[in-house]
């Protein structure tokens, strides 16, 4: 990209003054560049380079220039927070560290935030993902719900809010946005919006950070937001990796005419782990160069006089460049040498620590302290609070907190009162100087808190007692019963709640229930957040939101991620992780709130099963219901127009949507399957055991319509990586049709149906067909439009079933190219069919061969809520018309 021209040490410290972190060169431009602050195109052949960072601006920009380097970002961290990489997408974007633009497979991101990492940069983020939960003592100070600003990656056609220019760039990292309202400015902009943030317009439907509790010391962030290990390509931990992947892409190529590559180590762990980084040096340098560039290589701030590198694998470990400076003329004894180097921190008799307060009604972020060989924990509070003018706080009231902000993990741990800090930054700065720039102190009180960490326990046996869950958790667990209490149990479930009052016993069990099967069936282990219902606004109404990943081939995963982004990630449940009760569960004490559910139409009725069985546990028993159609058919989002299927739209436009959707109420079924004994010969086809009792939303079919699902439910579970688009799986019911072309049953023969207490003739069929919707095989209208005297005119609330019939795969195609309805037969709400025969049937797309017996169809219970998107955007002046809409719908109707 620049050439770099030579500058001299004056100049160079004047370019460095400029902007806290960086250090700048000017260099020569030999093609197009922009500038990263304010993304206009850098004209004539001078521009100004950061060697850390690879931040490149015009020389006006540096007057203004606002944008830390990456060896400053551990400073500017508020709260810490880990972030949860996982593979990053196709798209194109830039390195949050290294600022080149991201490629392949390489690349990682949060699955909680906006940032965007090359793997062998993801060593130097430092934990500034967002904070969206409360735990411990460092996030409670905080007075209000501030902005979270993230830098670069900004969607195109970004505005700033607070000049109206654009402020995104396809070419470069620049610009800023908050993570929580979605605000974008220019990094000379956003430091005059007010610090607290109002969220946006997804205000309402947002789990605030403030509202949610989890006590998660020993767990990741991929635990505590229930981030499967499939999604996630980060290693253990961040040093875990291959030392030839440090000496990819971000560094330095292989060494020109006249220059040399040095393997450093900045530390001890570094040179056990084999983690190092290339620093590429001219071969005639200074001593003061030298180290200078191996604090770049590692994105360390400070004066290189302060640091010393020592050579490995020699006779001794002396420092090689004790000169400093001192022989300037003496430029080739890098000849000599080995090509691994340690990079060291001079031992230094004083220091200077900043102590960030963490304590309420004290207004200042830090304090600095300048600290000596006797200086102890105990001291350094004392000289904190002595600046703070608090003299008169007991220093026995608060503690010295260490915390290591680690990009993966933030891990925290207490000093005791005598503990020497001067001897505790040497031993940071011998284990990693990478260690130590993430490494703050706290200032906090001396809070014992109870511990409760929550885990819900599935898997188990349903139907049993909580003393028989207890006895089982403890058998199979071997949990410590003065340490684990049994909550909530959902016994038509199989789930048991366990509150533990011991990380490290919480943590046993997490990992062991993972690998413990019961009945041959494996548990699943969640942790569980605490929604503090006394931190909600009154208008608040929060959406629960399950995905899919599995819908809609890669779509379901986009969109999983999309809603961590815009939404708490504590409102955001993948379904295929131990299914829909540990959201329903999370949200039991919550008094309002509304569910989107982003699937097909058994992923829908999935959640409407649980939430049936579970109702009664929650004190919002009747949350309406939204839909993101990601299934082949999708026939109850096309009724409550949804659409056809998801077609990649703006997911924030879809939760505006869902915010200013109607409510509609709709009937729901329960099948009886009371089949007789199966015989000998019955067992000589291989039929499956059928289940005994079903809930129906959509259809219930038997015969031919069945038997195609049931042909292509088969060829899905022979390959099921075929399956991944709607346009494949239509293909695969025609083929399967067309094969059925010929076939007759005779299905009317062999059945017998009443409807509500009536016995109904059946005309000659080979399928016969319940609809509570009037959409069926993918937007197919069975019923037809015609008026009839005979019968009522269908809606999905009415409490009545529509009962149709179709003579073939002929038939079924005219009815799915409109050019044809159904036969219609009855309309009831209760229905008793005698099967003679084995027949295929199917529920709301699940097919199965059920046995000769008897199948009777009545009401499910209540009717259930579902929001019905609206027709034209509706404004909305104040929350007010929002909450009287929740609290009172308006009449409800399926037909409109």
């Known amino acids: 990209m620049a050439d770099r021209s030579p500058q001299s040490g004056k100049a160079s410290e004047a370019l460095r003054s400029l902007a806290p972190g960086h250090r700048f060169r000017k260099v020569t431009l030999t093609k197009p560049t922009f500038c990263h602050n304010c993304s206009d195109f850098i004209w004539g052949l001078a521009g100004f380079l950061c060697e850390v960072c690879n931040f490149m601006c015009h020389e006006k920009c540096l007057k203004t220039l606002r944008t830390v380097c990456s060896c400053m970002a551990p400073s500017q961290v508020q709260v810490p927070a880990a972030h949860c990489f996982g593979p990053a997408g196709q798209k194109k974007r830039f390195c949050c560290v290294c600022r080149k633009q991201t490629e392949g497979s390489t690349a990682l991101r949060c699955e909680v935030c906006e940032l965007h990492v090359h793997a062998d940069c993801a060593p130097f983020t430092c934990a500034d993902c967002r904070c969206c939960h409360l735990d411990g003592t460092l996030d409670g100070a905080q007075e209000t719900f501030q902005h979270h600003w993230r830098e670069g990656n900004l969607p195109s056609a970004s505005r700033c809010d607070v000049c109206r220019r654009s402020c995104s760039s396809s070419e470069v990292m620049v610009g800023m946005r908050c993570e929580w309202c979605s605000m974008t400015a220019h990094p000379s902009c956003y430091h005059s919006v007010p610090l607290e943030c109002a969220v946006g317009r997804l205000r309402c439907m947002l789990l605030k950070p403030t509202c949610v509790r989890m006590d998660s ?236 960490v929550n885990l819900l326990i599935g898997g188990l046996p349903p139907l049993l007692s909580k003393e028989q869950y207890m006895q089982l958790v403890q058998e199979q667990l071997a949990i410590k019963s003065h340490l684990v209490t049994v909550g909530q149990i959902y016994s038509s479930q199989g789930a048991a709640e366990l509150q533990v009052s011991c990380f490290s016993e919480a943590e046993r069990i997490y990992m062991l229930a993972r690998d413990t099967s019961c009945n041959n069936k494996s548990l699943s282990c969640l942790v569980v957040p605490l929604i503090q219902i006394n931190k909600q606004e009154r208008e608040d109404c929060p959406l629960l939101v399950f995905v899919n990943p599995k819908s809609g081939g890669l779509k379901g995963r986009e969109l999983l991620y999309s809603f961590r982004k815009l939404l708490n990630p504590h409102q955001v449940f993948d379904i295929s992780n131990a299914g829909p009760l540990v959201g329903l569960h999370s949200f039991r004490e919550v008094p309002r709130f509304r569910i989107l559910v982003c699937g097909g139409d058994g992923t829908v009725g999935w959640v409407l099963g649980v939430l049936e069985a579970v109702r009664h546990k929650l004190v919002c028993r009747e949350p309406p219901i939204g839909i993101v159609p990601l299934g082949t058919g999708n026939d109850l989002a096309r009724v409550l127009r949804w659409g056809a299927g998801y077609s990649c739209e703006d997911p924030h436009s879809i939760l505006v949507s869902v915010d200013e959707a109607d409510e509609v109420l709709m009937d729901r079924w329960t099948i009886l399957l009371d089949a007789q004994d199966m015989s000998e010969d019955s067992k000589d086809h291989n039929y499956l055991e059928p289940p005994k009792i079903v809930q129906m939303n959509n259809y219930f079919g038997l015969g031919i319509d069945a038997e195609l699902s049931l042909d292509f439910h088969l060829a899905r579970e022979d390959d099921p990586d075929k399956f991944t688009s709607r346009f494949h799986n239509k293909g695969v019911y025609v083929k399967v049709g067309l094969q059925k072309i010929s076939h007759t049953r005779s299905l009317h023969k062999e059945l017998q149906l009443q409807v509500d207490n009536q016995s109904v003739p059946l005309p000659s069929i080979e399928g016969l067909i319940f609809i509570n919707i009037p959409s069926w095989g993918s937007g197919a209208d069975l019923w037809g439009s015609e008026v009839d005297g005979r019968f009522g005119k269908p809606r999905i609330d009415d409490g009545l079933l529509e009962v149709v019939g179709v003579t073939g795969v002929v038939h079924m195609g005219q009815v799915q190219s409109g050019l044809r309805s159904a036969i219609r037969i009855a309309q009831g709400n209760y229905v008793r069919l005698t099967l003679s025969k084995a027949t295929p049937v199917q529920v709301d797309g699940e097919p199965w061969i059920q046995p000769p017996g008897i199948i009777i169809i009545s009401a499910a219970g209540p009717k259930v809520r579902m929001l019905r998107k609206a027709k034209q955007k509706q404004k909305k002046s104040s929350s007010n018309v929002r909450d009287s809409r929740s609290e009172s719908p308006p009449s409800r109707d399926g037909h409109h």
């Open 217 to 452: 010391r020993n767990f990741s962030k991929m635990h505590c937001y229930r981030i499967t290990e499939t999604f996630s390509h980060e290693p253990e931990t961040s040093d875990d990796c291959d030392p030839s992947a440090a000496v990819k892409d971000l560094q330095p190529a292989p060494a020109e005419s006249g220059k040399q590559l040095l393997r450093v180590f900045d530390g001890d762990d570094g040179v056990t782990r084999g983690f190092y980084r290339l620093a590429s040096i001219c071969r005639a340098t200074r001593n003061e160069e030298l180290v200078e560039a191996a604090l770049r290589a590692f994105y360390l701030p400070g004066d290189p006089q302060n640091f010393e590198l020592q050579e490995l694998g020699g006779s001794h470990s002396e420092d090689i460049r004790n000169r400093n400076g001192s022989e300037p003329d003496n430029r080739n004894s890098l000849k000599d040498g080995g090509d691994s180097w340690l990079l060291r921190a001079k031992r230094r008799d004083t220091d200077v620590i900043k102590v960030y307060v963490s304590v309420p009604r004290v207004r200042e972020t830090n304090v600095s302290v300048c600290v000596s060989e006797e200086s102890t924990a105990a001291s350094v509070i004392a000289e904190v609070l002595l600046q703070l003018d608090k003299q008169g706080e007991e220093v026995s009231q608060l503690r010295l907190l260490e915390v290591c902000m680690s990009g993966k993990q933030v891990q925290r741990q207490t000093l005791s009162s005598e503990e020497k800090i001067l001897e505790k930054l040497r031993d940071i700065r011998k284990v990693s100087l990478r260690q130590m720039n993430q490494t703050r102190f706290y200032l906090v009180e001396n809070q014992n808190r109870a511990v409760s």
